[in-house]
Every structure is written in C-alpha cells, then in structure tokens.
C-alpha cells in the first residue's frame, strides 16, 4: 500500500519551532518531488515549499522564505520541513504529497500531487 505519513505537528507559541516529517511507505520517494502544502480555516489549500527529487531544487511561497526550509533524506524514505520563527498566521494542517514529472514551481503553485498524506495540525498560538 502506498502511503505519506506526516508527523510532528503540534501546539506552538508565536516565535517557536516545529519540524514535520512525511515519511513514505510502499515506495521509494527517489523520483518523486515532494511538497509540503497547508490548509488554513476558511481557506484554499496552498504550496508551502516543494523539492525536487534529482538536483535538491526548492520552491518557497513567499510567506514562508527565510523561515522555512525543506530537505529530504532519501536513504530514510523521508522529507522534512523544518520551521522556524513561527507565526500564528502559520496555523493550518499540514500535507505532504508526492509528484513525478513536474517541477517544483509547478508542483507548489498548482498543488500538484499524486500521492498526498492525511495530513498534521500545526497550532501557533499564545
């Protein structure tokens, strides 16, 4: 069975860190760009940062840049997104998803994937 998992979302002050992972499962990630997108309360789902899966190329939406980074570690099936510096307006449930064929741009701008996980909450409040 082929499957995203995220973890590592939570409760967090405005300032604080999370990092999520998205761990693959029934297939290897190798070929694959990986996004990271996000679902807000009363709003569409967005690209937050994509990768791509041969040169390590990235995407960042511009609300996320400089605080933000995104990696992934082949030999461990899995992608991070490391986030820093945390804004309440950050708040939203967290997917991954899987892409092949597509760059990164394409990937985060038009929310492509063809696999994508259940998804993690992400809280940055007081």
């Known amino acids: 069975q082929l499957q995203l998992v995220e973890s590592g979302g939570g409760l967090v002050q405005p300032g604080g860190s999370l990092r999520l992972s998205c761990a693959a499962s029934?297939?290897?990630?190798?070929?694959?760009?990986i996004g990271w997108f996000r679902r807000a309360p009363g709003k569409e789902r967005e690209g937050v940062s994509c990768?791509?899966?041969?040169?390590?190329?990235?995407y960042y939406a511009d609300s996320v840049k400089g605080r933000f980074t995104i990696s992934r570690d082949n030999a461990k099936n899995t992608v991070y997104l490391q986030m820093n510096s945390l804004k309440p307006e950050d708040t939203a449930v967290y997917y991954c998803?899987?892409?092949?064929?597509?760059?990164?741009?394409?990937?985060?701008?038009?929310?492509?994937?063809?696999?994508w996980g259940q998804g993690t909450q992400v809280t940055v409040s007081s």
């Open positions: 998803a899987a892409a092949r064929l597509t760059t990164v741009q394409f990937m985060c701008i038009l929310n492509r994937g063809d696999y």
């Open positions: 029934g297939f290897t990630l190798d070929y694959y760009a």
């Open positions: 990768i791509s899966y041969s040169d390590g190329s990235t």
